[in-house]
């Protein structure tokens, strides 16, 4: 049986708030004084006494009394409506302090004031019952006290009336009963929480205590429940053995994306003259499941009676609707006292004090009841409850701002690494950034409790006060669906939006869009069509836990922008992967959208991952696809600056064929060229889900890679509206403001905005910074002539083996040539666009093009601006004449600047008219991880295998060729060989030279051969081997260990090979002479070791001296700074004279 002892929640009426949310104080209370913030938990009259001020740090012996000052708002939570009236800042309430009159605060005075509760009740005239709104974000009130320079307010009397029509001796009470403890939908979602389940225990009691409970009068019972059900079930009410009605439950669908719930809300009257023992109120609930697998949910009970009017314990909160019927009325009030209290609450933030006559033990008074429901507190002696929390506050002033570019709202914990970005954004950017700590915008604009629309009310503050300064938000924290820390663990360092719709998988969302509607139609926000607002400024979140994910972040963020190592090429490059299945919908639609950027943003190359493309193997656990799981992992770690995603998928993964999941995420190794991930599948960013890190969060918080940012979905979403947000962004992406390229922030402002769709498009955030710019290459590349090498002449159609020799130049936007850029130019070279067919897999086979054929890829150097390249065209292209194109990225030796572009003119096909003939094969040369590696030395599972290549006309890069790919095969596979075309870089100003590096994983342990094979531009072919042994992943191995010359007299050198290529090392080497005694310790640290250690040892010990001849051991030890693994060998060597 569930039992209320106490009605503990406020009574907000009909009170009219009295400040407009566009009127913002210029300044906050807070900016100076001592402060001290005070929690309360429940509605009533509250005491301070001397001994609570002590304990808070006040200096109570020297303290004026009069000058005490207590500021707070309402209790409530803040109305969602932009143009809805509200408190702004803090306002001064009215207190009682006894004994302030003789000028000091002694031991027995004490001050009394009322508080309100953090849940709202309020009138509805039209049904004549008092409604309660839970607070979801807060179950605890705050006020804040002050010593001022000045008289604090008091509570002030108002008249005794008299000449009345009415003495009212009853009035009208209300108690909720409401538990949440759970949220329905299964990973957390919506404001709505459910409390007790009737599934096993199908009947249940509630029980109200209610004494002075009126006989012969109405009570209301108000009852919330709701059913998971397939067939129609129903509750069954009663009351105190009464029998009121039943709450039907229908039936709800099944599908995967249906409602997962019925709500049922019901009032129930009678009067209380069909009940037996009017203390207490037992309600009964009973849910019929109807024979299936049903379950019943309680939301709440609320009851609306009548009482006698008198003090109850030593203090009541009263109000009578009949008072509304005559302008005066006369209120008798039963069992006080001499020293009663009565106070007019009905503002509740200034008490008045209302005399009373005393008639025996009844206290009696006249109100104007004219306008509106008065609300009155009796209360008598001085044992109230103490506030349940008090901290000393520190002063702020957010009001007095001036709106920046960039507001970072950040917990505590995270303050340092908020600071650190926005400085970095002031001088690298230069952006003007506020960061500001989310206590702070409770304090100022939700009276220090836990509110999403104080964050928003801040937002607007500034957006108003200057809206072409104030362009972006950022979050610096995760989120939770739990605000109230129910769940384990939870994450809710800054607050996110939740839905009030919360048992529809997709039409239940968050957002942080809530926190950038900022006009004033805006606001309140019903989940329809109708409810579409605009975003005003960008919002993005950095969804940390720690103050190591947000360090990493960071750093991240600011890598991205100014580490010269981030330049190159994969910032021409972005990349589409999409789901099979569903009629080929997801292809279809990432197809139309690469297409755009085909045609339309010719300087950038775009890649097509269509998962019906690639084979997919069958296992036990369903359909795979490993070599388009492979592919995606292989364009991420070269480099995009924006990889698309468009099919099904989850929190932690894309895709049934498991294209993508959380290991395969933290393995990547990425972290100079991190893409912008754009998912349009569902609930990859759900990053308000405590139970469960997103796949979209590991993506952004991988410490080794990933990506900058995500606009992702964190619900599930439907494929129309996907695509519809998906065009809305690639319409803006590439597109200037005002001359320079968008900010993430812009971004989401167009996307959004441009693609409106109810509740679904707001299932769609960002995050990352909103004010990182993508790294867009900065300036321009232009071709100004192309030669036939053999003729001279200036050609621009190019055949096989034809040696062409092309010239070009860097330029600004204006293209001025930039005589300044000296730097390096990276080329590619592509056949013409091809035409391929998917496998029909799972739906019917589709086209589309790819203009992904490689010809010629190399490095030519930029000097005062201008270059010039030679290349021959290999045999193996496609003949038909066609139009190639020929993309250039270009990056400055300063480590700044960069540019891009493209040729597409260019007609490519056709055979050379003058052609030396070559049967010369190329040159290989063979290394793992690094070209310190020794034939037969150690590897982990995850390696890199390098080849040098080199021939006199150039390597084939082309695909074209039916065999004449380049590749690896690993121990014999020739079915599975490694294809390493894309893996090819060509020296710089040469196109006989150049090297591939290709990442491989999984590496079994044990002895393994590679075979490399290769082709030169005329088709002549060769191969070498290597072979390595691979260790465990968990062990440090070193192998090969010698020192030399040994023996020796001046120096030697201490050499080994280990299996940690590319891991901060740390190398200890411990000499010792034949007797044991230590002679040396020779330490090296490297940050990136290679797969060869040397070390120099001159001979001398730890006092500088030369040691004497003999033989002496020594012990070298390694160890990885990554994992802490250990390993060590022990050798000797020997001195000479």
Known sequence: MKYITSLIFA?????????????????????????????????????????????????????????????????????????????????????????????????????????????EWTYNATNKLFEHTQNIYSDSVFCFLTIGSNEGKRVQSQENLSGTTQTLTTYDDYQVYEKDERTILEQGSGREWYGEVFDFETNQSFTFDTPGLLANAPLTLTSFVMGRSAL???????????????????????????VKGINNVRDFTLNTSQLSGLSQLTIDLLYDKNGGSSSGYLNYLRVNYQRQLQLYNNQTTFRAIASLEQPLTAFSVANVGNGAIVWDISNPLHPVNQPYTLSGSNAVFGASTATALKQFVVFQGSDFPTPESVQTLPNQNLHALLPTNLVIIVPEVFLSEAERLAAFRRTNDGLSVTVVKLSQVYNEFSSGKQDVTALRDFARMLYLRDSQVFKYLLLFGDASFDYKDRVANNTNFVPIYESRESLHPILSHSSDDYFGFLEASEGEWTETSLGDHTLEIGIGRLPVKTLEEAANVVTKLIGYANNQSNLGSWRNRVVFVADDGDVNIHQLDADVLAEDIRNNHKNFNVSKLFLDAFEQVSTPNGELAPTLKEALTQNVEKGALIVNYTGHGGEIGWAEEKLLNVPQINDWENYHNLPLFVTATCEFG???????????????????????????????????????LSKAFYAEVFKPIDGAMPRLGDLMIKTKNNSLNGAINRNFALLGDPSLRLAYP????????????????????????????????????????????????DITIFDKAQELTTLGTESSRIQFKAQNNKIFVGKASVKAGKFTFTFIVPKDIDYKFGEGKWSFYAQANDGVNDAQGAKTDVIIGGTSASITPDDTPPAITLFMNDETFVNGGVVQPSATLIAKLSDENGLNIAQTGVGHEMTAVLDGDLENPWILNDFYEGNLDTYQEGVVQYPVRDLAKGKHTVVVKVWDTHNNSSEASIDFVVTDNAVMAINEVM???????????????????????????????????????LQYTTSKALTRFEGVWDGLDKQGKKIPQGVYVYKITARSVTDGAEEFVVRRLVVLD
């Not at 070009?808 to 293209?815: I, L, S």
């Open 778 to 825: 900065k300036h321009k590349v232009a071709v100004t002539k192309i030669t036939n090498a053999n003729t001279g002449q200036v050609v621009n159609t190019i055949s096989a083996l034809d040696k062409v020799t092309v010239e070009g130049e860097v330029t600004n936007a204006q293209d001025i040539l930039l005589d300044g850029f000296e730097g390096v130019l």
């Open 11 to 119: 009574c907000l009426l009909l009170f009219q708030h009295p400040t407009q949310a566009q009127n913002f104080a210029s300044s906050s209370v807070l900016g100076t004084g001592t402060w001290y913030k005070i929690g309360t938990t429940q509605q009533g009259i509250y005491k301070i006494d001397y001994n609570f001020l002590k304990d808070a740090g006040v200096d109570v012996d020297n303290i004026n009394p009069r000058n005490i000052q207590l500021y707070g708002n309402v209790g409530g939570m803040l109305p969602q409506s932009n143009s809805a009236s509200r408190v702004d800042d803090l306002q001064e309430n009215s207190i009682w302090v006894a004994g302030q009159d003789d000028g000091n605060f002694d031991a027995n005075d004490y001050i009394l004031f009322y508080a309100q509760g953090a849940v």
């Open 232 to 258: 129609d079930t129903k509750f069954s009410v009663s009351l105190n053995g009464v029998t009121l009605g039943t709450q039907s439950i229908a039936a709800q669908p099944t599908g995967t994306y249906d």
């Open 1043 to 1081: 020192n030399y010359p040994n023996p020796f007299n001046q120096a030697t050198t201490f050499r080994f090979d280990h299996n940690r290529a590319g891991e901060a090392l740390e190398v200890t080497i411990q000499i010792y002479n034949r007797n044991g005694q230590h002679v040396k310790k």
């Open 686 to 724: 759900r990053y308000d889900d405590p139970l469960r890190v997103a796949g979209a969060e590991y993506i952004l918080l991988n410490p080794k890679g990933g990506g900058i940012g995500l606009i992702t979905t964190t619900r599930p979403v439907y494929s129309s509206t996907n695509f519809l």
